[in-house]
């Protein structure tokens, strides 16, 4: 049985590099915590549990960055990149009361949060996949314009479960009705041997038989893809992810990166954003089904869905785990009809 609950562990999307500037602060919700990302003004990031252990005031709304340290905008007082207290107005004394600090990366200008039920460190071997350091197919991130702002969708307080964006790993019929694509692709090759899903899947030219688009995906975990698009020439990239907010909700997130066009390389030019405007029409095609879309435990597979889906399925296991104990049960969403 699949337990899915909504606080699995993981890597998780939970904003942009460029939405918080040095200086920056911004309140966030992830997991049914509330907390402040803020950097201070040499740009070192910082995501800390949001409330004031003084009077409980949410340091996200309101507060200000004094050097180091973000300042409570109820009484002032400070806290520093390590969540230690580093100020009390009119007073020499500091207490040794500090606020939770949550391990963040930056990565090609995304913003990826390291959740745990149990609040543990990243895990050794539960890596994130490089968009960009790839086997199949390696790139310089600078040959591509960043994601942020032309080629993003964020889609905020969806009530979407982040298993159904990821059993899209596994799903190879979809393509056709969904999206409208000609034919049908293949799932080539599949790995589930570490906490980072590993697949490939061929769209095949009707006519020659031959492969005519690869599609080589990374799922970091139950709300986090990573997939290169192969077509014989500098493929488009792209993260997608699904990070929940609470028992209820998600924030769900596309970044596309495309390669720069030779004629125009510092600023995306039209055809591009073209293409980036449609970027939103395609994530709508995935997204209205995962809105009223109801998970069953044991579906009624097609034939071809069986071996993949099911390896999916069970490589997810690993990542639902009871908040404060390992690989323990919540949520069992069992569909008895």
Known sequence: MLNLSMKPTGWFQIGWSAEIPPGGVKPIKY????????????????????????????????????????ACPY???????????????????????RLRKWHVVERHGLLLLWHDPAGGAPREGWDLPDLFDHPELPADVNDFYPC?????????????????????????????????????????????????WQSQMGFFNKHTKEIALRLFARNAGVGLSFT???HGKLGRRLVLSCTPVDDDSSDLRVSYFFPRDPDSPHVMPEHIRELARQTEGLFEE??????????????????????????LREWCKQFYEAEGCPRGPLIVMEDTM
């Open 228 to 230: 290169i698009f192969d």
């Open 148 to 196: 942020y702002p032309d080629a993003i969708v964020f889609k905020p307080d969806e009530r979407i479960h982040p298993q159904l964006m990821t059993e899209n790993a596994a799903d190879t019929a979809h393509f056709r009705f969904t999206h409208g694509a000609p034919e049908d692709p293949v799932l080539l090759d599949f790995d589930t041997s570490t906490p980072v």
């Open 286 to 311: 995935d997204a209205r089904m995962w809105r009223h879309q109801r998970f069953r435990q044991q579906p009624i597979f097609a034939k071809r869905d069986v071996l993949g889906y099911r390896a």
């Open 75 to 97: 009484h002032g007082w400070q806290w520093n990149l390590q969540g230690e207290n580093m100020l009390i107005p009119g007073e020499e004394r500091r207490i040794p009361k």
């Open 31 to 70: 997991f049914g915590h509330e907390m402040v990302a803020f950097r201070n003004r040499q740009g070192v990031l910082s995501v800390l549990d949001a409330h004031c252990p003084h009077m409980g005031a949410h340091l996200g709304y309101g507060g200000k960055v004094e050097g180091d340290c973000i």
